[in-house]
């Protein structure tokens, strides 16, 4: 009787714990289906969002500061600065990337057409290391030839012409997207209050009370600072050397573009496209001396302005390695076309940012202070 008495309440017990367990992993199972059909269903407009929210933390503050010119209205504040975005930056994009669409179309239909004309190469050319002799009987031969010279590259050309017009194909889609991601900033923005609080308590509930304030801290400085110290100058830079080049008749204004914006991301200066630029621009005889000096100026100054720009904006506040931002961008382009570029440099640095606190706040991390040695006590 002893035994099967004490018996009884550890096999009662064991039945209410597997009970229990049972129970828990039901739950966990049903909470994992609910996040993977929530992940598939928002997945394809992960970039977009993304990219949408780092402009609303971006743009808040200014945000804020325009609504309380406005008598809070903050609906209204989000509003103008939407459409103020819109024409500083989206529609010169649009143009850019219309620029690139031309560029490509008119490359294929003269490559098509045997219309293109290559100039013919110096003779310096053939004095260049390794390449010279090859690359200057390539040229001479496109120069004379371009058929052959074309035949001679396939397939290369064919897998070319349809990468080209991948890009062209992207480029309406790219505009659209950073279209719509300023528009769901906007409505981001004029709810920022109260997503403000959200935020807050989510980053408290992982990390906890005081950590989750510090938390939301370093994540919306971080985006700030690299949405405006990099990608913001980067883009700027982009743009207005664009249109410069556009309006001088430099080919490929919109290719040379996406170039400085490469570049200016990954921190090198846009002097290596300006210059050529303005080497062209002396050379082709296309304007008058006027003029000339006019274009050469603006490319001077587009390949520095970064200089003036990013202590304005908040460049010299990043701490995140410019490897970092660098390796993000190009895995975002990767992964998610133009718009996830932008979306990765941040998100890339906001990570690296999180690594970095996580492991200098570490809360069992105890200073050590080492004692003074004794005086040493004479002999007696």
């Known amino acids: 009787m002893n035994e099967h008495s004490a018996y009884r309440p550890n096999l009662e017990l064991e039945t209410r714990l597997s009970k229990r367990l049972l129970d828990v992993l039901i739950r966990a199972g049903l909470l994992v289906v609910l996040v993977t059909l929530c992940y598939r269903i928002f997945s394809p407009f992960i970039a977009l969002m993304s990219w949408a929210l780092v402009l609303a933390v971006t743009l808040y503050p200014a945000q804020q500061w325009l609504a309380r010119r406005l008598g809070g209205r903050s609906g209204l504040s989000s509003t103008l ?10 529609l010169p994009t649009a ?3 219309s620029s690139v669409a031309d560029s490509v179309h008119l490359l294929l239909a003269e490559l098509q057409q045997n219309t293109l004309q290559i100039p013919p190469p110096h003779a ?42 991948a890009l062209v194909a992207g480029v309406a889609g790219a505009v659209l997207s950073f279209l719509a991601s300023v528009i769901i900033a906007g409505v981001f923005m004029a709810y ?14 992982i990390v906890g009370g005081r ?16 949405a405006l110290g990099v990608v913001g100058v980067a883009l700027i830079q ?16 919109g290719v040379l573009a996406a170039l400085v ?24 005889g296309m304007h008058g001396t006027a003029l000339a000096v006019v274009y050469t100026a603006l490319l001077l100054l587009v390949g520095v302005i970064d200089n003036v720009l990013k202590p304005l904006l908040l460049g010299r506040g990043v701490d995140a390695p410019m490897p970092v931002i660098l390796l993000g961008a190009i895995g975002g382009l990767a992964g998610a076309g133009i718009l996830g570029m932008f979306v990765g440099a941040v998100l890339l640095a906001l990570g690296y940012q999180v690594l970095i606190w996580w492991v200098d706040s570490n809360p069992d991390l105890e200073v050590v202070t080492e004692l003074p040695p004794a005086p040493l006590q004479p002999p007696e």
């Not at 600065?81 to 989206?90: Q, T």
């Not at 004379?144 to 035949?151: R, Y």
């Not at 403000?196 to 509930?205: A, K, P």
């Open 211 to 226: 950590r989750g304030d510090e938390f939301a801290q370093l994540c919306s400085a971080t985006i700030r600072a690299v």
């Open 81 to 90: 600065l939407v459409l103020l975005i819109v024409v500083v930056l989206v």
């Open 261 to 284: 914006l490469v570049l200016a991301i990954a921190q090198l200066p846009a002097l290596l496209i300006t210059l050529p630029a303005i080497a062209y621009i002396w050379w082709s």
């Open 238 to 253: 982009a743009i207005v050397a664009g249109l410069v080049l556009l309006v001088a008749g430099v080919p490929f204004a």
């Open 124 to 165: 310096s050319v053939a004095g260049w290391p390794l390449v010279g002799d090859k690359l200057y009987a390539l040229w001479e031969l496109a120069h004379n030839d371009l058929p052959a010279a074309i035949a001679s590259l396939q397939p290369k050309i064919g897998n070319l012409a349809k990468t080209a017009l």
């Open 95 to 97: 143009v850019l990337m």
């Open 192 to 205: 920022g209050d109260a997503g403000e609080r959200r935020g807050r308590s989510i980053f408290n509930r």
